[in-house]
């Protein structure tokens, strides 16, 4: 069965710390592709980064990062240096063979200032 | 370049009435799809449409159907709305064909109140 796991419901910190968000999916396709988007408050939900299963090289996008391990069928987010402005609910999905995406439950961040 | 556009934002209606929510994709997108987003019980796939055909659906009852143009615009529509349905649905869009292209991009959501 495909699924999408986010343990983390709710993280809180205060301003400037880094914050990483898990991510573990289960698939059996080989070829699959793997997303993260961030729900600010207003609820549009907004595209941050997609990863196919064959690229397991980690990706820098100013203060994101994303680590993926086939390993450990994980793909974790982390901020660095957050800001106030990261506050949002942030989904992992894993998309199928069949173009579904399948959602994971979202972690709610909480910046503090 | 617009974004997906979701009219109206806010919808109020009452129990056994029926909702139409509209949707515009990108420009040069094919796909629409649907999802609803209920207070604690995240994001549930609806339906997929795709150069105007029903690709897939998720795990709703037939009250909730759809439809998409020639131009690519949507409706999905509920029908005997039900106190549960209350909820934000969201609409993406992307461009067709092969899974390396299926980016979806989000509108800002119809919430939907009943």
């Known amino acids: 069965a495909q699924k999408v796991t986010q343990a983390q419901t709710e993280i809180s910190v205060v301003e400037k710390e880094d914050v990483t968000l898990d991510c573990v999916y289960e698939?059996?396709?080989?070829?699959?592709?793997l997303f993260w988007y961030k729900q600010p408050p207003s609820g549009e939900l907004v595209f941050l980064i997609r990863r196919n299963s064959f690229d397991e090289q980690n990706e820098i996008s100013g203060r994101y990062s994303w680590n993926f391990q086939k390993s450990t069928s994980s793909f974790n987010f982390t901020i660095t240096a957050s800001q106030v402005v990261d506050s949002a609910v942030y989904f992992c999905?894993?998309?199928?063979?069949?173009?579904?995406?399948?959602w994971g439950a979202g972690t709610k961040l909480i910046i503090k200032p | 370049e617009a974004g997906v556009t979701q009219s109206p934002t806010h919808l109020i209606k009452t129990r056994g009435q029926q909702a139409t929510l509209r949707c515009s994709p990108i420009?040069?997108?094919?796909?629409v799809y649907w999802y609803q987003q209920a207070l604690g019980l995240g994001l549930q796939f609806l339906l997929w449409?795709?150069?105007?055909?029903?690709?897939n659906r998720g795990n709703f009852p037939p009250r909730f159907s759809g439809r998409q143009f020639p131009n690519y615009c949507s409706e999905l529509n509920v029908t005997a709305l039900a106190l549960e349905d209350s909820a934000l649905y969201l609409c993406?869009?992307?461009?067709?064909?092969?899974?390396?292209?299926?980016?979806?991009?989000f509108g800002a959501g119809t919430r939907l109140s009943v």
């Open positions: 999905a894993l998309m199928d063979s069949n173009y579904q995406l399948i």
């Open positions: 449409y795709d150069e105007g055909e029903e690709r």
């Open positions: 420009s040069g997108h094919t796909s």
């Open positions: 993406a869009s992307s461009g067709g064909g092969t899974l390396a292209k299926n980016i979806q991009y």
């Open positions: 698939t059996r396709d080989t070829t699959y592709y």
